[in-house]
């Protein structure tokens, strides 16, 4: 079984910056490709970033060269981080830390809100 407890959410003004963080707890389980879901109110989800364990990264074209995806893989927990920059309106969403698994998403984080708003 593996824990997501997220943070670093809150309210930005556009051309802001935030950086998310996720903590997965794991003990025997090996995390390959973790990512980034999020979803705003009345839009579909959207998958903003994802990472593999080798480091390969895909970003979701609308945030492309503003957000960066990271990990950290620790003993017992692997760290994920999105680093977003240039915020604006609509990166506004319920942000998701993912695990997945050989035909979808896994695990799901509990969500941490990110307002951009003047």
């Known amino acids: 079984q593996v824990q997501l407890v997220e943070s670093g959410g809150g309210l930005v003004q556009p051309g802001g910056s935030l950086r998310l963080s996720c903590a997965a707890s794991?003990?025997?389980?090996?995390?390959?490709?973790m990512g980034w879901y999020r979803q705003a109110p009345g839009k579909q989800r959207e998958l903003v970033a994802t990472?593999?364990?080798?480091?390969?990264?895909?970003?979701a074209d609308s945030v492309k060269g503003r957000f960066t995806i990271s990990r950290d893989n620790a003993k017992n927990t692997v760290y994920l981080y999105l680093q977003m920059n240039s915020l604006k309106p609509e990166d506004a969403a319920v942000y998701y830390c993912?695990?997945?698994?050989?035909?979808?998403?896994?695990?799901w984080g509990q969500g941490t809100q990110v307002t951009v708003s003047s």
């Open positions: 990472i593999t364990s080798g480091g390969s990264t895909n970003y």
């Open positions: 794991r003990s025997s389980f090996s995390i390959n490709r």
């Open positions: 993912i695990i997945f698994g050989p035909t979808g998403v896994d695990y």
